[in-house]
Every structure is written in structure tokens, then in C-alpha cells.
């Protein structure tokens, strides 16, 4: 019995002293958040889809585009589309004229652009849709950030 209890008390000890060292050690470990850099990140995916709903919508083409610290992706024209981006101070809906600058069909064949990610450090979730694709490049007026 005396043997029992010494040997309890020795695997009390024991369980006790390790999960003392192991929470001491789990918080010697952490590491306070640091930035990685010295610019707000700034990288979106951006589409073109097929739909009326950008969450049921068929995607058509897609890209990335990162504007900081410098233009890059797979946008074929990343720095012309981060200089757009940045002139509208990242406001998608000042990209799109409120009437079409060219003389379309008004068949209903929708689609639907998107922008996701995050833009100067803020997270950004964005879409429009348009009647059809004349409508969608008349009323993007020659912008590069969807001429994809």
C-alpha cells in the first residue's frame, strides 16, 4: 500500500512538473505579430463571368493583380490597372460610367465582374452585372483593371 501511494505521488510530481514546463514553454515560444513589410498589402482576384449572380455566376476569366509593393500578377497590364485602382482611391463603382459610351443591343445576356481580396491593407469584396458584354465595355469606358 505504502509502495502504491509513493509511486502515486511520484506520477502526481511528475504529470504536475510537466505540464508546469510545458506552458512555460508554450508561452516562451510566442512570438508578438511584426509586419513582413513596409507597405499595406494590396492583392485582388478579379473575374469575368457569365450570370446575373456573382455567386452562381460562370466564370469566364480570372486574374490577379497585386499592387504593392509593386505591380504584379497575372494581369496582362498590372501597372496600368494599380495606377487606374489608385487614382479612384480603390472605389470599384468610380470605375463603371453610369451610361454606356457605345451603341449596344439591349439583349440580356449578363455578366458579372468581381474584384475580392484586399485593398491597402482592407478587405474588399465587390461586384457588378451588366445587361451583356457591349454594355459591360461601353459602360467600363477603356479601363484596364477588367480588360482581361
Known amino acids: 500500500m505504502r509502495n502504491t501511494l509513493n509511486t502515486a505521488g511520484t506520477f502526481a510530481a511528475a504529470a504536475a512538473l510537466l505540464l508546469t514546463g510545458t506552458a512555460a514553454a508554450g508561452a516562451a515560444q510566442a512570438q508578438p505579430a511584426r509586419a513582413t513589410s513596409l507597405y499595406a498589402p494590396s492583392a485582388l482576384v478579379l473575374t469575368v463571368s457569365k450570370g446575373d449572380d456573382a455567386a452562381t455566376a460562370t466564370v469566364e476569366r480570372a486574374v490577379t493583380l497585386n499592387c504593392a509593393p509593386k505591380p504584379t500578377g497575372s494581369h496582362p497590364s498590372p501597372v496600368s ?16 460610367e453610369p451610361t454606356s459610351q457605345r451603341m449596344c443591343t439591349r439583349q440580356w445576356d449578363p455578366v458579372t465582374v468581381t474584384a475580392g481580396g484586399v485593398w491597402q491593407g482592407k478587405h474588399v469584396t465587390w461586384s457588378t452585372t451588366f445587361g451583356n458584354a457591349c454594355e459591360m465595355n461601353g459602360r467600363l469606358a477603356d479601363g484596364t483593371v477588367f480588360n482581361f
Not at 495606377?83 to 470605375?95: D, H, I, K, M, R
Open 81 to 96: 490597372a494599380c495606377a487606374e485602382l489608385s487614382s479612384v482611391g480603390g472605389e470599384f463603382n468610380q470605375l463603371v
